[in-house]
C-alpha cells in the first residue's frame, strides 16, 4: 500500500473526469496512497485563459491553481480508496480553507502541485496542499473533497 506510483497524462485521464481546457495536471510524479502525490502541470503561452488575464502581462490565475491543486487532491483520493471513477464512484471539491498566494506563476513556468493526507471524518477528506515553482512556494491551501452519494 505505501508504494509510489507515476502516472502519464493517460492515466491521468484515466483517473479523472477533467479534460482539455480543464485538465490541469499533465503528469503524476509520485503517488503514496493515503500519504501524498506530487503531480506537475506545465504552464505554456498557449493556455486560452492567457488570452484575458492580463493581455501584456500572463498571469495564471489564483483560481486555476487551486482548481489544480484540487485535481492533485482527487488523484490522491482516488489511488487512496483503490477506485477509478464511473459515474458512481466521482470526488467534488467540497471545501477550502486558508488560499494563500505568494508569487504569480507565468507561461513557461512549471507548476509542481503537491497533497498530503490530513484526514478523513464522516466522508469527507481533508488535504494540505501546496503549489510551487522551482522550489518556491506559490499557493497553499487546505483542500476538502468528499465521494458523491447516491440516491
Known sequence: MSDSVAMDIHKVMALLPHRYPFLLIDRVLEAIPGKTVKALKNVTINEPFFQGHFPGRPVMPGVLMLEALAQACGVLAFVSA????TDDTLFYFVGIDGARFRKPVEPGDQLILN?????????????????????????????MVAPETKG
Open 82 to 85: 483503490g477506485v477509478v471513477p
Open 115 to 143: 497533497a498530503t493526507f490530513v484526514r478523513s471524518m464522516r466522508g469527507i477528506w481533508k488535504f494540505s496542499t501546496q503549489a510551487t515553482v522551482n522550489g518556491i512556494e506559490v499557493c497553499s491551501a487546505d483542500m
